[in-house]
């Protein structure tokens, strides 16, 4: 009885192995290739509030809402990128203008504002943000948390240039 040593198995990683590491022989970034843009999500823009002001804190805080801005496509972090954030917390409804607030991400697309505690709406605690200015294509998320305990919550973008 003989063995056979080629499987559909091992000829499909072996395939995967040279299409990322290429003629070269070099490993490349394979996840940044091709990054597809984030859709807007259903019912992200409740209560949106278009020109929303940059602050450092919204109300007493206690919870970070944190994440990244990418360009689709290649990856590339995207600095001094507006994200817009609201939220029904502690301090109030989504739709009071004191639970919303910007921030600008930094030199890595990396975004992080504090703001109150996060507790649920219509049965589900979570957070609504956006991207709104000209250069990309508008984008608005609504992540749900696991749990009304948690003091955190990311989202990603990644951007579609207008």
């Known amino acids: 009885m003989t063995i056979d040593l080629i499987t ?6 072996a395939g995967g192995a040279a299409a990322v590491t290429g003629v070269s022989g070099l490993l490349v970034p394979a996840s ?3 990054l597809a843009p984030t859709r807007s999500m259903r019912g992200g823009s409740n209560n949106y509030r278009p020109g929303a002001p940059i602050v450092d804190r919204i109300g007493g805080g206690g919870f970070w809402m944190s994440g990244t801005v990418r360009r689709a496509g290649d990856g590339a972090p995207l600095a001094g990128q507006r994200i817009q954030i609201w939220a029904h917390t ?3 409804h989504e739709r009071d203008a004191r639970s919303h607030g910007a921030t600008l991400t930094d030199a890595n ?30 984008v608005f998320l609504r992540p749900i948390m696991s749990s009304s305990k948690d003091t955190s919550l990311e ?8």
Not at 155 to 162: D, K, R, T, Y
Request: charged content about 20%; overall charge negative.
């Open 109 to 138: 697309g990396v975004f992080r504002l504090e703001m109150p505690q996060i507790v649920p709406a219509f049965g589900q605690p979570h957070a609504h943000l956006a991207y709104d200015s000209e250069d990309f294509e508008t």
């Open 8 to 13: 559909r198995r091992t000829l499909l990683a």
């Open 90 to 92: 502690t301090e109030g």
């Open 32 to 34: 940044a290739q091709g």
């Open 155 to 162: 989202a990603h973008f990644v951007l579609q240039p207008a």
